[in-house]
């Protein structure tokens, strides 16, 4: 599951001075400060504050003007002990966002390497560490260079530098709803199903804030099902929920220079769209039904990628149940799935106001901020 590839090439960004990034970023700060402030009246229970002194606190730095770069401004910053009042993701700001995404699947068919994005700022959470930020979850952190260089998170630079107008024309969203928005967005213009998602996330505030390497889930362990059930247990997930969220591999392509795993091309990946090459999982890449499930059971073209972790869902008794429920039901799965993915999403957040910003009727089950983000904040 940790194997969206990015069907992009894109050019590397023209240098800048370091001494012109920081004039910059402080330019930012000012300005970000000014319009947060206004914002702080959202929840008068909220108490928000940017001093990064202990770890995962919302950032002044996300509000820096977010470019290929910025990892690497953000890996040189050091921690400010000053308290300054922010606030949530400006609804306004999320829906414009939204719009703005769109336009960009339909220029770029990126919606695999977004939907990774999201899944990989979530997927660190661990139910069993209550301090925030240290249990993890999606709080934006993947934007530093130090996460981004984890193995799992190879090509993940490509997708920040695809939101990155996005990022710098909607100052009022924080990454780690950004990265949220634009996972649950590819879904749903993939032609999967509508995600009942909240935002509100608040962002961590420095590198020092990231998940130690290791995880995310592996493609190729030595027991599958034992290491995906490690993985998302970990994260309060179950068998179910486990299958479901696999079927996202209806979507995307592995590149084995930086997976290890797929063909460097196949039938389906020759001509892109994006940069050619790749193995995909289904013929039609680009669209979300269950055809995964169809594929992996029936396994008859080569030209299709089936990981240790995909043929798992078929070996594994309890796997297994859920697969075949799924390669039969698609609407079982488009069910299924839009709860996992917004549980998933939820996991380890801090979110301001609490109960989180909806922004359509599509809300879900109740929600309460502590059944995904239990512990101290």
Known sequence: MALYSSNLTLSPPKSQSMASLRGTAATARLIHSASRARLSL?????????????????????????????????????????????????????????????????????????????????????KNIEEWPRRGGANGSLRFDIELKHAANAGLVNALNLIKPIKDKYSGVTFADLFQLASATAIEEAGGPKIPMKYGRVDVSAPADCPEEGRLPAAGPPKPADHLREVFYRMGL?????????????????????SGWGKPETKYTKNG????????????????????????????????????????????PSFKVYAEKYAEDQE????????????????????????????????????????YSSGKD
């Open 42 to 126: 959202y929840s008068a229970s909220s108490s928000l504050c940017l001093s990064s002194s202990s770890s995962y606190s919302p950032s002044s730095l996300k509000c820096l003007q977010f470019s290929p770069l910025a990892p690497h401004i953000f890996k040189d910053q050091k921690r400010s002990s000053v308290s300054t009042a922010a606030a949530a993701s400006d609804p306004a700001q999320l829906k414009s966002a939204r719009e703005d995404i769109k336009e960009l699947l339909k220029s770029k068919s990126c919606h695999p390497i977004l939907v990774r994005l999201g899944w990989h700022d979530s997927g660190t959470y661990n």
């Open 238 to 258: 179950n068998d179910r929920e486990i299958v479901a969220l696999s079927g996202a591999h209806t979507l995307g392509r592995s590149r084995p220079e930086r």
């Open 273 to 316: 769209p994006g940069a050619p090459g790749g193995q995909s999982w289904t013929a039609k890449w680009l669209k979300f039904d269950n055809s995964y499930f169809k594929d992996i059971k029936e396994r008859k073209d080569d030209d299709l990628l089936v990981l240790p972790t995909d043929a798992a869902l078929f070996e594994d």
């Open 332 to 371: 079982a799965l488009f069910k299924d799935y839009a709860e996992a993915h917004a549980k998933l999403s939820n996991l380890g957040a801090k979110f301001d106001p609490q109960e989180g910003i909806v922004l359509d009727d599509v809300a879900g089950e109740k929600f309460t901020a502590a059944n």
